[in-house]
């Protein structure tokens, strides 16, 4: 079982910045691809970034290429969401969520889920 816990969410103003952060309680949390999704109101979930178990496996959502980075801490079972050049349209619920090895974009290919973070982009 996987508990995770984003935090870093909040209100920017447009071509701000904001860290996310995903702490894992997994022991074997090195195991683990671990992904962002975002979800505004009224629409479904989309796919943002998506890191593997080491970290040399990245992918991005083209909306946020060149803006946002994913990393990851594995000695703190954390991964960040580095975001750059917030825009209003970034504005939704951020979700991390994990799975074993192998990166995926869809949210069904995932098993487990945090609660969310807010993030508000506007002036």
């Known amino acids: 079982q996987v508990q995770l816990v984003e935090s870093g969410g909040g209100l920017v103003q447009p071509g701000g910045s904001l860290r996310l952060s995903c702490a894992a309680s997994a022991r074997t949390f090195s195991n683990y691809a671990v992904a962002w999704f975002r979800q505004a109101p009224g629409k479904e979930r989309r796919f943002v970034a998506t890191?593997?178990?080491?970290?040399?496996?990245?992918f991005y959502a083209d909306s946020v290429k060149g803006r946002f980075t994913i990393s990851r801490n594995n000695t703190k079972n954390t991964v960040y969401l580095q975001m750059n050049s917030l825009k209003p349209e970034d504005t939704a619920v951020y979700y991390c969520a994990a799975r074993l090895f192998t990166i995926r974009v869809v949210p069904t290919e995932f098993d487990y889920w945090g609660q969310g973070t807010q993030v508000t982009v506007s002036s």
């Open positions: 890191i593997n178990w080491n970290g040399e496996n990245l």
